[in-house]
């Protein structure tokens, strides 16, 4: 099955070299048609992820294609500083036949079967790996993104590869934390909203990279931990607790520190 797999989305999958600053960095993307032909990638594909350089100090982007064994030029139009998220188009117009199909990565299973693959030339990095998804939803705290764990050492995975379900629909993409080195999945659902917003901006202002805003709560919040339901004498098990609050907060007059809703 798997090999069967492999060799039906392999082409849509590439690898991409980005130029910042004094650095050179390599990593996956992949191709997607909606909402327009696009490279869809990790941000630390394309800039080190550290607080040195951002998006504006990258020179050069360059793509390469296996089937056809030849390299282009990219630029990138967007970027998610939260999600870890960069949205690439080619500098010269071309189609390209093989892309992904998106999955919905908000509705998966603990237990589901699992594959990505990535197009990086590294003795570190496999590039074909599947296991299962083991939580679905999972966010220790705020300043962290909604991620799928996944049953794979995540030390021999690339940023900007995508992971497939059994049918071959992308249901995430792996990234990092920002500021770490530490590998995560954004599922899809996120991914795809992420690049609506992205090419939104680009339509309205295709002469300059706005990237993406979140709204937040005005609080900042981790997962409900068994001590916390020792505490409370309540049989919790999934919440949150707040850990802070803004001062200009709407919520301020309704919740207070230590909180678990």
Same mark, same amino acid.
């Given at each position: 099955?798997?090999?069967?797999?492999?060799?039906l989305n392999s082409n849509s999958v590439v690898q991409l070299i980005?130029?910042?600053? $004094?650095?050179?960095?390599?990593?996956?993307?992949?191709?997607?048609?909606?909402?327009?032909?696009?490279?869809?990638?990790?941000?630390?594909?394309?800039? /080190?992820?550290?607080?040195?350089?951002?998006? $504006?100090?990258?020179?050069?982007?360059?793509?390469?294609?296996?089937?056809?064994?030849?390299?282009?030029?990219?630029?990138?139009?967007?970027?998610?500083?939260?999600?870890?998220?960069?949205?690439?188009?080619?500098?010269?117009?071309?189609?390209?036949?093989?892309?992904?199909?998106?999955?919905?990565?908000?509705?998966?299973?603990?237990?589901?079967? *699992?594959?990505?693959?990535?197009?990086?030339?590294?003795?570190?990095?496999?590039?074909?790996?599947?296991?299962?998804?083991?939580?679905?939803?999972?966010? /220790?705290?705020?300043? *962290?993104? $909604?991620?799928?764990?996944?049953?794979?050492?995540?030390?021999?995975?690339?940023?900007?590869?995508?992971?497939?379900?059994? @049918?071959?629909?992308?249901?995430?993409?792996?990234?990092?934390?920002?500021?770490?080195?530490?590998?995560?999945?954004?599922?899809?659902?996120?991914?795809?909203?992420?690049?609506?917003?992205?090419?939104?901006?680009?339509?309205?202002?295709?002469?300059?990279? @706005?990237?993406?805003?979140?709204?937040?709560?005005?609080?900042?919040?981790?997962?409900?931990?068994?001590?916390?339901?020792?505490?409370?004498?309540?049989?919790?098990?999934?919440?949150?607790? *707040?850990?802070?609050?803004?001062?200009?907060?709407?919520?301020?007059?309704?919740?207070?520190?230590?909180? *678990?809703?």
């Amino acid at each position: 099955f798997y090999s069967e797999s492999f060799t039906l989305n392999s082409n849509s999958v590439v690898q991409l070299i980005s130029y910042v600053g $004094e650095d050179t960095i390599s990593g996956s993307g992949f191709f997607v048609v909606q909402p327009e032909e696009y490279i869809v990638t990790s941000l630390y594909c394309i800039i /080190p992820n550290n607080k040195k350089y951002t998006h $504006e100090n990258i020179t050069r982007i360059i793509v390469h294609i296996s089937p056809e064994n030849k390299t282009y030029e990219c630029t990138c139009i967007g970027v998610d500083y939260y999600n870890g998220i960069a949205l690439l188009k080619f500098i010269k117009s071309k189609h390209y036949n093989h892309y992904i199909k998106w999955g919905r990565g908000n509705n998966t299973n603990v237990g589901e079967h *699992i594959f990505t693959m990535n197009k990086i030339i590294d003795e570190n990095i496999v590039p074909f790996s599947n296991g299962i998804i083991t939580h679905t939803h999972y966010q /220790p705290n705020s300043n *962290i993104p $909604e991620t799928l764990l996944l049953s794979i050492n995540q030390g021999t995975l690339s940023c900007g590869q995508p992971v497939f379900n059994t @049918t071959s629909q992308v249901i995430g993409m792996i990234t990092q934390q920002r500021n770490t080195m530490i590998n995560i999945c954004i599922n899809s659902s996120i991914l795809l909203n992420s690049i609506k917003k992205m090419h939104t901006y680009h339509i309205k202002s295709p002469e300059k990279i @706005t990237p993406v805003k979140f709204y937040m709560l005005g609080i900042k919040y981790e997962q409900v931990t068994f001590s916390d339901i020792v505490d409370t004498g309540y049989e919790i098990i999934n919440g949150i607790k *707040i850990t802070s609050i803004f001062k200009n907060s709407n919520l301020k007059k309704t919740l207070k520190v230590n909180d *678990i809703i």
